[in-house]
Protein backbone atom coordinates (compact mmCIF):
# COMPACT_ATOMS: atom_id res chain seq x y z
CA UNK A 1 0.00 0.00 0.00
CA UNK A 2 1.55 3.23 -1.20
CA UNK A 3 0.84 6.72 0.39
CA UNK A 4 1.70 9.93 -2.07
CA UNK A 5 1.97 13.31 -2.60
CA UNK A 6 2.72 14.03 1.12
CA UNK A 7 5.29 16.18 3.27
CA UNK A 8 7.38 13.45 5.35
CA UNK A 9 9.32 14.12 8.50
CA UNK A 10 12.02 12.21 8.65
CA UNK A 11 14.57 11.55 11.99
CA UNK A 12 17.22 14.07 9.18
CA UNK A 13 15.07 16.65 8.03
CA UNK A 14 11.61 16.83 5.85
CA UNK A 15 10.83 15.39 2.40
CA UNK A 16 8.55 18.18 0.70
CA UNK A 17 6.97 15.67 -1.44
CA UNK A 18 7.09 12.29 -0.93
CA UNK A 19 5.88 8.41 -0.86
CA UNK A 20 6.37 5.59 1.65
CA UNK A 21 5.11 2.30 1.59
CA UNK A 22 3.74 0.11 3.98
CA UNK A 23 3.73 -3.64 4.10
CA UNK A 24 2.44 -6.04 6.87
CA UNK A 25 2.27 -3.22 8.89
CA UNK A 26 5.59 -1.93 8.59
CA UNK A 27 7.11 0.91 6.75
CA UNK A 28 8.53 -0.92 3.58
CA UNK A 29 10.04 1.96 1.41
CA UNK A 30 10.02 5.85 0.96
CA UNK A 31 10.60 8.15 -1.54
CA UNK A 32 11.75 11.72 -1.96
CA UNK A 33 9.44 11.62 -4.84
CA UNK A 34 5.82 11.48 -5.27
CA UNK A 35 4.38 8.13 -7.27
CA UNK A 36 1.37 8.22 -9.48
CA UNK A 37 -0.39 4.97 -8.47
CA UNK A 38 -0.92 4.89 -4.94
CA UNK A 39 -3.46 3.45 -2.77
CA UNK A 40 -3.95 7.08 -1.19
CA UNK A 41 -2.88 10.63 -2.27
CA UNK A 42 -3.08 13.35 0.30
CA UNK A 43 -1.02 16.61 -0.85
CA UNK A 44 -1.39 19.23 1.88
CA UNK A 45 -0.61 17.00 4.36
CA UNK A 46 2.20 16.04 6.72
CA UNK A 47 2.89 12.33 7.76
CA UNK A 48 4.58 12.41 10.90
CA UNK A 49 5.39 8.96 12.97
CA UNK A 50 2.92 8.08 15.70
CA UNK A 51 2.89 10.08 19.10
CA UNK A 52 4.91 8.37 22.09
CA UNK A 53 3.31 9.35 25.46
CA UNK A 54 5.56 8.44 28.76
CA UNK A 55 3.50 10.03 31.45
CA UNK A 56 -0.69 10.66 30.91
CA UNK A 57 -2.43 11.23 34.20
CA UNK A 58 -6.12 11.16 32.00
CA UNK A 59 -7.20 7.81 32.88
CA UNK A 60 -7.39 8.40 36.72
CA UNK A 61 -9.68 11.86 35.65
CA UNK A 62 -11.95 9.96 33.65
CA UNK A 63 -12.58 7.46 35.76
CA UNK A 64 -13.14 10.21 38.02
CA UNK A 65 -14.46 13.13 36.04
CA UNK A 66 -15.94 15.02 39.47
CA UNK A 67 -15.81 13.62 43.45
CA UNK A 68 -17.50 10.69 44.16
CA UNK A 69 -18.38 9.72 40.52
CA UNK A 70 -16.74 6.58 39.41
CA UNK A 71 -17.24 5.31 36.05
CA UNK A 72 -16.69 1.46 35.27
CA UNK A 73 -12.84 1.34 34.14
CA UNK A 74 -13.14 -0.32 30.80
CA UNK A 75 -15.84 2.29 30.19
CA UNK A 76 -13.10 5.42 30.95
CA UNK A 77 -10.88 3.20 28.76
CA UNK A 78 -12.61 3.08 26.15
CA UNK A 79 -13.62 6.62 25.47
CA UNK A 80 -10.02 7.65 26.60
CA UNK A 81 -8.60 5.58 23.78
CA UNK A 82 -10.38 7.71 20.90
CA UNK A 83 -9.69 10.76 22.30
CA UNK A 84 -5.61 9.88 21.98
CA UNK A 85 -5.79 8.67 19.01
CA UNK A 86 -7.61 11.81 17.75
CA UNK A 87 -4.23 13.80 18.90
CA UNK A 88 -2.17 12.19 17.28
CA UNK A 89 -1.18 9.55 20.35
CA UNK A 90 -0.83 5.51 19.33
CA UNK A 91 1.74 4.63 22.10
CA UNK A 92 0.27 5.82 25.60
CA UNK A 93 1.65 4.93 29.09
CA UNK A 94 -1.26 5.80 31.19
CA UNK A 95 0.15 6.67 34.66
CA UNK A 96 -1.32 5.46 37.68
CA UNK A 97 -0.85 6.67 41.33
CA UNK A 98 -0.72 4.23 44.63
CA UNK A 99 -2.25 6.77 47.66
CA UNK A 100 0.00 9.21 49.11
CA UNK A 101 -2.54 8.47 52.51
CA UNK A 102 -4.73 6.53 53.74
CA UNK A 103 -8.26 8.55 53.17
CA UNK A 104 -7.54 8.76 49.13
CA UNK A 105 -9.52 6.10 48.33
CA UNK A 106 -9.89 6.97 44.47
CA UNK A 107 -6.10 5.71 44.60
CA UNK A 108 -5.67 3.04 46.76
CA UNK A 109 -3.91 0.00 46.51
CA UNK A 110 -6.51 -2.23 45.03
CA UNK A 111 -7.70 0.80 43.01
CA UNK A 112 -4.33 1.02 41.36
CA UNK A 113 -4.16 -2.87 40.49
CA UNK A 114 -7.61 -2.65 38.72
CA UNK A 115 -6.94 -0.04 36.75
CA UNK A 116 -3.59 -1.67 35.70
CA UNK A 117 -5.26 -4.96 35.14
CA UNK A 118 -7.71 -3.30 32.82
CA UNK A 119 -5.42 -1.63 30.94
CA UNK A 120 -3.38 -4.91 30.24
CA UNK A 121 -6.52 -6.91 29.81
CA UNK A 122 -7.90 -4.26 26.98
CA UNK A 123 -5.08 -4.04 25.15
CA UNK A 124 -5.30 -6.17 22.41
CA UNK A 125 -8.26 -4.14 21.33
CA UNK A 126 -7.65 -0.82 22.04
CA UNK A 127 -7.19 1.70 19.36
CA UNK A 128 -3.66 3.11 20.74
CA UNK A 129 -0.73 0.69 22.15
CA UNK A 130 -1.64 1.31 25.92
CA UNK A 131 0.75 0.60 28.88
CA UNK A 132 1.00 1.08 32.21
CA UNK A 133 3.33 3.64 34.13
CA UNK A 134 3.38 2.76 37.76
CA UNK A 135 3.72 6.03 40.12
CA UNK A 136 5.26 5.15 43.00
CA UNK A 137 4.80 7.22 46.44
CA UNK A 138 7.81 6.84 48.92
CA UNK A 139 6.11 8.03 52.03
CA UNK A 140 3.44 4.85 50.50
CA UNK A 141 5.41 1.73 51.81
CA UNK A 142 2.58 -0.52 51.68
CA UNK A 143 2.11 -0.37 47.97
CA UNK A 144 5.38 -1.27 47.40
CA UNK A 145 4.87 -5.10 47.54
CA UNK A 146 1.74 -4.61 45.45
CA UNK A 147 3.86 -2.71 42.84
CA UNK A 148 6.29 -5.85 43.13
CA UNK A 149 3.31 -8.39 42.30
CA UNK A 150 2.40 -6.48 39.49
CA UNK A 151 5.92 -6.31 37.95
CA UNK A 152 6.42 -9.92 38.67
CA UNK A 153 3.03 -10.71 36.14
CA UNK A 154 4.63 -7.93 33.88
CA UNK A 155 1.52 -5.55 34.56
CA UNK A 156 3.64 -2.75 34.40
CA UNK A 157 6.16 -0.95 31.75
CA UNK A 158 7.50 2.14 33.50
CA UNK A 159 8.04 3.06 37.28
CA UNK A 160 8.48 6.71 38.31
CA UNK A 161 10.03 7.01 42.20
CA UNK A 162 7.90 10.32 43.42
CA UNK A 163 7.97 12.54 46.12
CA UNK A 164 5.31 14.73 46.55
CA UNK A 165 6.31 15.73 50.48
CA UNK A 166 5.84 19.20 50.54
CA UNK A 167 8.52 21.74 51.42
CA UNK A 168 10.47 20.34 48.56
CA UNK A 169 10.35 18.32 44.68
CA UNK A 170 7.20 20.30 42.80
CA UNK A 171 5.72 21.51 46.25
CA UNK A 172 9.45 23.59 47.83
CA UNK A 173 7.07 26.68 48.37
CA UNK A 174 4.60 25.85 50.78
CA UNK A 175 2.74 29.15 50.52
CA UNK A 176 2.03 28.49 47.38
CA UNK A 177 1.22 24.51 47.78
CA UNK A 178 -1.02 25.62 50.28
CA UNK A 179 -2.91 28.15 48.00
CA UNK A 180 -2.62 25.37 45.52
CA UNK A 181 -4.48 22.77 47.83
CA UNK A 182 -7.20 24.89 48.71
CA UNK A 183 -7.83 26.47 45.01
CA UNK A 184 -8.08 22.43 44.07
CA UNK A 185 -9.95 21.45 46.87
CA UNK A 186 -13.08 24.31 45.70
CA UNK A 187 -12.44 23.05 42.11
CA UNK A 188 -13.59 19.20 43.17
CA UNK A 189 -16.41 20.52 45.47
CA UNK A 190 -14.32 18.79 48.53
CA UNK A 191 -15.28 20.90 51.68
CA UNK A 192 -13.61 21.03 55.28
CA UNK A 193 -14.96 22.77 58.10
CA UNK A 194 -14.26 26.90 58.02
CA UNK A 195 -17.99 28.28 56.59
CA UNK A 196 -18.63 25.30 54.66
CA UNK A 197 -18.32 26.53 51.49
CA UNK A 198 -14.31 26.90 51.39
CA UNK A 199 -11.17 24.48 52.71
CA UNK A 200 -9.82 25.68 56.07
CA UNK A 201 -6.67 27.83 55.79
CA UNK A 202 -5.85 26.29 59.18
CA UNK A 203 -6.93 22.65 58.35
CA UNK A 204 -4.54 22.50 55.29
CA UNK A 205 -1.59 23.70 57.07
CA UNK A 206 -2.21 21.10 59.67
CA UNK A 207 -2.31 18.54 56.73
CA UNK A 208 0.94 19.98 55.12
CA UNK A 209 2.62 19.13 58.64
CA UNK A 210 1.38 15.87 58.88
CA UNK A 211 2.31 15.24 55.61
CA UNK A 212 6.12 16.42 56.02
CA UNK A 213 6.43 13.41 58.86
CA UNK A 214 5.41 10.59 56.66
CA UNK A 215 8.27 8.60 56.71
CA UNK A 216 10.29 8.32 53.73
CA UNK A 217 10.44 4.21 52.84
CA UNK A 218 13.49 3.87 51.17
CA UNK A 219 13.91 0.18 51.51
CA UNK A 220 10.67 -0.09 49.69
CA UNK A 221 12.21 1.91 46.94
CA UNK A 222 15.07 0.04 46.67
CA UNK A 223 13.03 -3.46 46.69
CA UNK A 224 10.89 -1.85 43.96
CA UNK A 225 13.72 -0.87 41.85
CA UNK A 226 15.72 -4.30 42.31
CA UNK A 227 12.49 -6.00 40.70
CA UNK A 228 11.82 -3.36 37.83
CA UNK A 229 15.23 -4.04 36.81
CA UNK A 230 15.10 -7.82 37.02
CA UNK A 231 11.97 -7.41 34.76
CA UNK A 232 13.31 -5.46 32.18
CA UNK A 233 11.24 -1.95 33.37
CA UNK A 234 12.53 0.90 33.30
CA UNK A 235 12.61 3.61 36.13
CA UNK A 236 12.01 7.17 36.11
CA UNK A 237 12.54 10.00 38.69
CA UNK A 238 9.52 12.42 39.09
CA UNK A 239 10.17 16.53 39.66
CA UNK A 240 13.74 16.62 40.66
CA UNK A 241 14.75 19.39 42.29
CA UNK A 242 18.69 19.13 43.38
CA UNK A 243 21.62 17.45 41.61
CA UNK A 244 22.01 15.79 44.72
CA UNK A 245 18.53 14.05 44.73
CA UNK A 246 19.56 13.69 40.68
CA UNK A 247 22.88 11.56 41.98
CA UNK A 248 20.90 9.54 44.36
CA UNK A 249 18.27 8.53 42.05
CA UNK A 250 20.54 7.58 39.69
CA UNK A 251 22.41 5.22 41.36
CA UNK A 252 18.82 2.99 41.57
CA UNK A 253 19.52 3.19 38.07
CA UNK A 254 16.54 6.26 35.95
CA UNK A 255 16.25 5.99 32.19
CA UNK A 256 14.41 9.08 32.98
CA UNK A 257 14.03 12.39 34.94
CA UNK A 258 10.59 13.46 34.42
CA UNK A 259 9.56 16.91 35.36
CA UNK A 260 12.34 18.43 37.10
CA UNK A 261 12.13 21.92 38.68
CA UNK A 262 14.89 23.48 38.31
CA UNK A 263 17.53 23.67 35.77
CA UNK A 264 20.64 22.49 37.65
CA UNK A 265 18.68 19.02 38.13
CA UNK A 266 17.83 18.85 34.52
CA UNK A 267 21.61 19.19 33.49
CA UNK A 268 23.00 17.36 35.69
CA UNK A 269 20.70 14.69 34.76
CA UNK A 270 21.79 15.17 31.35
CA UNK A 271 25.42 15.40 32.27
CA UNK A 272 24.74 11.49 33.53
CA UNK A 273 23.06 10.81 30.40
CA UNK A 274 19.84 10.31 31.77
CA UNK A 275 16.59 11.45 29.28
CA UNK A 276 14.80 14.62 30.84
CA UNK A 277 10.92 14.55 30.14
CA UNK A 278 9.06 17.58 30.11
CA UNK A 279 5.48 18.40 30.65
CA UNK A 280 3.93 19.18 27.00
CA UNK A 281 1.51 21.69 28.25
CA UNK A 282 4.47 23.54 29.95
CA UNK A 283 6.35 23.76 26.56
CA UNK A 284 3.55 24.87 25.01
CA UNK A 285 2.64 27.71 27.22
CA UNK A 286 6.16 28.49 27.77
CA UNK A 287 5.89 28.47 31.84
CA UNK A 288 5.30 25.76 34.62
CA UNK A 289 1.61 26.49 36.41
CA UNK A 290 3.89 26.33 39.32
CA UNK A 291 6.28 28.65 38.83
CA UNK A 292 8.74 26.17 38.08
CA UNK A 293 11.27 25.64 34.97
CA UNK A 294 10.02 26.57 31.38
CA UNK A 295 10.05 23.49 29.52
CA UNK A 296 10.21 25.91 26.62
CA UNK A 297 13.50 27.50 28.09
CA UNK A 298 15.04 24.06 29.30
CA UNK A 299 14.50 23.11 25.10
CA UNK A 300 16.31 25.84 24.17
CA UNK A 301 19.04 25.04 26.24
CA UNK A 302 19.24 21.40 25.41
CA UNK A 303 18.17 20.00 28.64
CA UNK A 304 15.26 18.02 27.46
CA UNK A 305 14.50 15.50 25.02
CA UNK A 306 11.06 14.23 25.84
CA UNK A 307 7.81 15.68 26.12
CA UNK A 308 4.34 13.62 27.41
CA UNK A 309 0.71 15.15 27.66
CA UNK A 310 0.97 14.95 31.43
CA UNK A 311 -2.66 16.06 31.63
CA UNK A 312 -3.74 17.58 28.39
CA UNK A 313 -3.09 14.87 25.69
CA UNK A 314 -3.21 17.33 22.49
CA UNK A 315 -0.51 19.64 24.12
CA UNK A 316 2.16 16.88 22.30
CA UNK A 317 1.16 17.84 18.97
CA UNK A 318 0.81 21.92 19.24
CA UNK A 319 3.96 21.93 21.73
CA UNK A 320 5.95 20.48 19.29
CA UNK A 321 4.63 22.94 16.48
CA UNK A 322 5.16 25.64 18.86
CA UNK A 323 8.71 25.56 19.13
CA UNK A 324 8.66 25.36 15.87
CA UNK A 325 7.33 28.33 15.40
CA UNK A 326 9.25 30.14 18.18
CA UNK A 327 11.92 29.06 16.35
CA UNK A 328 13.57 27.15 18.94
CA UNK A 329 13.93 23.83 16.95
CA UNK A 330 13.15 22.60 13.52
CA UNK A 331 10.16 20.55 12.71
CA UNK A 332 12.08 17.16 12.77
CA UNK A 333 13.74 17.74 15.41
CA UNK A 334 11.01 19.08 17.56
CA UNK A 335 8.48 15.90 16.81
CA UNK A 336 11.29 13.70 17.72
CA UNK A 337 10.54 15.14 21.61
CA UNK A 338 7.25 13.48 21.52
CA UNK A 339 7.85 10.55 19.27
CA UNK A 340 11.50 9.02 18.30
CA UNK A 341 13.12 10.22 21.90
CA UNK A 342 10.54 8.43 24.21
CA UNK A 343 10.58 5.30 21.88
CA UNK A 344 14.14 4.61 22.53
CA UNK A 345 14.49 5.85 25.75
CA UNK A 346 11.16 3.31 26.79
CA UNK A 347 12.76 0.64 24.57
CA UNK A 348 10.20 0.63 21.76
CA UNK A 349 12.27 -0.01 18.88
CA UNK A 350 10.01 -0.94 16.52
CA UNK A 351 8.24 2.60 16.24
CA UNK A 352 8.82 6.25 16.96
CA UNK A 353 10.08 7.66 13.73
CA UNK A 354 9.16 7.27 10.11
CA UNK A 355 12.19 4.39 8.62
CA UNK A 356 12.28 1.37 7.27
CA UNK A 357 11.77 -1.59 9.39
CA UNK A 358 9.92 0.77 12.10
CA UNK A 359 5.56 0.04 12.36
CA UNK A 360 3.68 2.27 10.35
CA UNK A 361 2.26 4.26 12.54
CA UNK A 362 0.88 7.36 11.15
CA UNK A 363 -0.32 10.36 11.64
CA UNK A 364 -1.73 13.03 8.98
CA UNK A 365 -1.29 16.82 9.72
CA UNK A 366 -3.16 19.77 8.20
CA UNK A 367 -0.62 22.16 9.18
CA UNK A 368 -2.89 25.27 7.88
CA UNK A 369 -3.56 27.83 11.19
CA UNK A 370 -2.83 25.85 14.12
CA UNK A 371 -1.84 21.83 13.21
CA UNK A 372 -4.87 20.11 13.09
CA UNK A 373 -4.34 15.73 12.32
CA UNK A 374 -6.98 14.93 10.33
CA UNK A 375 -5.97 10.53 10.26
CA UNK A 376 -3.85 8.39 12.09
CA UNK A 377 -2.86 4.85 11.02
CA UNK A 378 -1.32 1.94 14.03
CA UNK A 379 0.03 -0.57 12.22
CA UNK A 380 -0.89 1.01 8.62
CA UNK A 381 -4.80 0.38 9.42
CA UNK A 382 -6.86 3.54 10.20
CA UNK A 383 -7.90 4.16 13.81
CA UNK A 384 -9.00 7.52 13.54
CA UNK A 385 -9.92 8.81 10.11
CA UNK A 386 -12.07 12.29 9.89
CA UNK A 387 -14.40 13.82 6.95
CA UNK A 388 -11.27 15.16 4.88
CA UNK A 389 -9.50 11.93 4.78
CA UNK A 390 -12.36 10.01 3.57
CA UNK A 391 -12.67 12.35 0.36
CA UNK A 392 -9.32 11.68 -0.37
CA UNK A 393 -9.98 7.61 -0.15
CA UNK A 394 -10.31 4.65 1.88
CA UNK A 395 -7.50 2.33 3.19
CA UNK A 396 -8.46 -1.27 3.00
CA UNK A 397 -5.15 -3.19 4.60
CA UNK A 398 -5.11 -6.59 5.04
CA UNK A 399 -3.15 -6.38 7.95
CA UNK A 400 -5.13 -6.24 11.72
CA UNK A 401 -3.87 -4.01 14.86
CA UNK A 402 -2.87 -6.15 17.41
Known sequence: MWISDV??????????????????????EIRTAPITDATLHAPGLTVLPG????HGDMLEREITPRPKANLPIDLALHELDKRLVATGITTAYAAVSFAWHKDDSNRSEEKARRIMETVNALRPELLADHLVHARFEITNPEAGGVLEDLLHRSQVHLVSIMDHTPGQGQYRDIEAYIKFVIEWRKQTGQVLSGDGNESSEA?????VIKAQERPKAWEAVYSVAAVAQAHGVPLASHDDDTVEKVALLADLGIVFSEFPVTREAAAEARRRGIHVAMGAPNALQGRSLSGNLSAADAVAEGLVDTLATDYYPAAMLHAAYTLVARGILPLHEAIKLVSQHPADALGLDDRGQLAVGRLADLVFVDERALPRVHGVLRHGVPVYWDRFMAQLGVLNPSVRVG
Open 7 to 28: RLVLPDGVVKCGALRIEDGYIA
Open 51 to 54: LVDM
Open 203 to 207: EVRAS
